[in-house]
């Protein structure tokens, strides 16, 4: 299993920044990919940026050129550099971890995903 914990959320004024990170521990060497999602008030649950096992990097329409997404060498936080922020990335951000397992001979393979508790991010104008 993988345990997830967010923390970095807070509120800030429309144009500044702040970092998010997520600490993972127990079946780390197990994790493939590595996500942020965010859910605002009545809505449901978006994914904001992907970093793959490979280095690739996605990220939505609505923060790219704003957003990056980053691991540390260990590969056991997950960190989200947001910056300009505006009202509308006001949200609960939640990070996610896939790990890939192969379950039969013929290379099938399952994915687990975990998930942090969410953290708050609310930016005033």
């Known amino acids: 299993q993988v345990q997830l914990v967010e923390s970095g959320g807070g509120q800030v004024q429309a144009g500044g920044s702040l970092r998010l990170s997520c600490a993972a521990s127990?079946?780390?060497?197990?994790?493939?990919?590595m996500y942020w999602y965010r859910q605002a008030p009545g809505s449901g649950r978006e994914l904001v940026a992907s970093?793959?096992?490979?280095?690739?990097?996605n990220y939505a329409d609505s923060v790219k050129g704003r957003f990056t997404i980053s691991t540390n060498n260990a590969k056991n936080i997950v960190y989200l550099q947001m910056n300009s922020l505006k009202p509308e990335d006001t949200a609960v951000y939640y990070c996610?971890?896939?790990?890939?397992?192969?379950?039969?001979?013929?290379?099938?393979?399952?994915?687990?995903?975990?998930w942090g508790q969410g953290t708050q991010v609310t930016v005033s104008s």
């Open positions: 970093l793959t096992s490979g280095g690739s990097t």
């Open positions: 127990g079946s780390i060497s197990d994790i493939n990919d």
């Open positions: 996610a971890v896939d790990r890939r397992f192969v379950v039969s001979v013929e290379g099938a393979t399952r994915t687990i995903r975990s």
